[in-house]
């Protein structure tokens, strides 16, 4: 079973006041009315793309404000990211490489032929 967990600011919070000394939230539990009308107005947002989780904390701009655990996680995520990028740009020099390789193969045997007389379908002109 998946389980979400939302934070919902409270009109009474301000961007500099904080609901508990050391920054936590007060959890507060919703009824399912509640629930139901949150996801409805996630899902009813029109963004450009759709947004996880992670997606939003990575956006987020100051990350001392992100609990310890979530900033491991980004950290682990970002290198993540960063080697599949590298991975894939090695395979995307190497395609092009071989891409090259081939044309000038292809193009090497092409003067050939017609230095020999020969058209590219190998009959004699």
């Not at 009474?12 to 399912?32: F, K, N, V």
């Amino acid at each position: 079973m998946s389980h979400a967990y939302l934070y919902e600011r409270r009109a009474a919070e301000t961007e500099h006041e904080q609901p508990q000394p050391d920054g936590l939230h007060i959890a507060r539990r919703g009824s399912g009315r509640d629930v139901a009308q949150l996801v409805r107005g996630i899902i009813a947002t029109d963004d450009e793309r759709p947004r996880t989780a992670h997606d939003i904390a990575a956006d987020t701009q100051d990350r001392d404000q992100l609990p310890e655990r979530v900033r491991r996680l980004l950290d682990r995520r970002t290198h993540a990211v960063q080697a599949r990028r590298s991975t894939y740009q090695q395979w995307c020099d190497q395609a092009a490489q071989l891409l090259a390789e081939r044309e000038r193969w292809i193009d090497q045997h092409i003067s050939r032929g017609r230095h020999l007389g020969v058209d590219r379908s190998g009959l004699e002109l």
